[in-house]
């Protein structure tokens, strides 16, 4: 306690005269509605360790979907002037997915079983027969689009679980030849997740995550894995439809699990320390390559 009271210029209340452990309750009921340095305080047990004082603090990353399309990756693949492009974009997505940890829709995850619902849905919608021509012909492109993103997806994932080789990555932005102002984002974006992958070799996403700290009693929770993943496309038949399920779904949610940084006081300590560099950077390229992939998306791919 007196190393946070140091740091932070807190007056503890007096609990002269309170026995173990009333006065420690006294104490963190006192803490309960503080916030130092926008963290909150807490007593925790970290594994192998007795209980501690410490402050914790979350990233804001402002509620955002930070799906990233892998149909693009799909259209590089299929396009052989393309070829130096789908290399690179490989090495970015094995390191995304193989390091960072952010979970393909190709695999068992939160996405493949959004689609599945999806998918069920549009069944159901076909199956009621209350539609025209029209909305007949886009169901039909509807499933046409499930089934190219099931097929694409087991194509390429054995490319996102190949041997992330980092000299090789960097040889493919040394070597990148930019042809246009997407291109030229591509390369740089890689450039920048190629400097964060040397920064941090072994760091993934779910490191930063400590849902076992959230107080909050609620009947839904939004997961890490839910708003960070890869997708198909968001510029495809099944676009809407799905960020209408994805958003219903998290209207009905409670909390939102989302990085955290824990400074603990059983030692002194010189100043308030919540690093969130690597978050910073991560979510920040996430943005930035998903933005670039959607301008290299096209329906029918003839803009590659």
Known sequence: MGNLCKLYQWQAPDTTGLPFPQNISAVLEKLSGQRFDGAVPMLLQDKGSPARLATVKTYNTNYCLYYIPVRPLWQMKNVPSKQQHFELACSVFA???????????????????????????????????NEDDGDVTYRKRQFDELETLREAGAVLLPELKKCLDIAQWEKQVREFT????????????????????????????????????????????????????????????LETMLYEMVNNEFQEAGYQEEPIAVQWFDTPQDKPCHNFEFETRLFSLLDELTGILNDLDYENGEAL
């Open 178 to 237: 930019s042809t246009d102002t997407q291109c030229g984002e591509l390369r740089a974006v890689a450039d920048e997740l190629l400097k964060l992958a040397k920064d941090y070799p072994a760091r993934a996403i779910r490191h930063s995550m400590h849902y076992e700290l959230n107080e909050e009693e609620v009947d839904y929770q939004i997961y890490w894995e839910n708003y960070i993943s890869f997708y198909w496309s968001g510029k495809d038949t």
């Open 95 to 129: 390191y995304l997915y193989q390091v960072i940890g952010i979970p393909y829709y190709g695999d068992q995850s939160y996405m493949s079983r959004t689609y599945d619902s999806l998918e069920n849905w549009i069944s159901e919608i076909a199956e009621e027969g």
